[in-house]
């Protein structure tokens, strides 16, 4: 058993300090940072919550359940930003993904914790895989939003449908990485595609904005 709230304390609060000497894209990038972690905390929380009510074991738990929690908890957020603070689309882009880098890296602090550190390589593909994904679909997610503002269609159904998709690519990798062989390798490399898929959309929307 881990102490989640005191991991979350001991890595939070060396950043916490620094963001007092730190200004303009780095100060937000950090504090966004912050709150994925703060996200991840929350989410697990409501998991674990949920799996008990519902009895479900840790293998369904993770396909069925985890993936609508932590994508709608990421959610949230970026629709607080957007909403009242209205930033630039780049802003915007680097919030999503300052929250689901700080996320994956508490998650994966939580997880090596839990179940130790000794294969280089595990570890390795875990930072490939779970660490990207959390970055990923919280990308794919902050440019559908930027996209469908654009286009004046931004509205509950968009929001949903793009939430969805973020859910359904999250319960993908879960469901391919729990089963080895063929299936797992295939999980293992799906957020890093997608990541190179991304890249050049991402591009064209810098583009597009100067």
Not at 10 to 31: H, N, Q
Not at 105 to 111: G, I, L, P, R
Request: proline share 4%; charged share 10%; aromatic share 12%.
């Amino acid at each position: 058993m881990i102490y989640a709230e005191n991991i979350l304390l001991c890595i939070a609060i060396p950043f916490l300090v620094s963001v007092l000497f730190l200004r303009g894209e780095v100060r937000r990038y950090v504090s966004a940072f912050l709150l994925g972690m703060g996200m991840c905390l929350v989410a697990a929380y409501i998991s674990g919550f949920l799996s008990l009510v519902a009895h479900l074991e840790q293998n369904d738990a993770s396909i069925f359940l985890s993936p609508m929690v932590e994508e709608l908890i990421k959610l949230l957020p970026l629709l607080f930003f957007l909403v009242l603070l209205e930033p630039e689309e780049h802003d915007f882009i680097m919030l999503a993904v300052a929250i689901g880098a700080g996320f994956s890296t508490f998650e994966n602090c939580c997880y090596i914790l839990s179940f130790g550190a000794e294969s280089i390589t595990y570890i390795m593909i875990r930072g490939l895989a779970v660490g990207v994904m959390h970055i990923v679909s919280l990308l794919a997610l902050s440019i559908w939003l930027i996209f469908v503002k654009r286009f004046h269609v931004f509205s509950f159904p968009a929001i949903i449908g793009g939430l969805s998709i973020a859910m359904s690519f999250h319960a993908l990798y879960n469901l391919l990485v729990s089963e080895p062989g063929v299936t797992r390798a295939i999980g293992y490399l799906l957020p890093l595609l997608t990541a190179i898929c991304l890249y050049p959309l991402y591009r064209r929307l810098q583009i597009s904005q100067k």
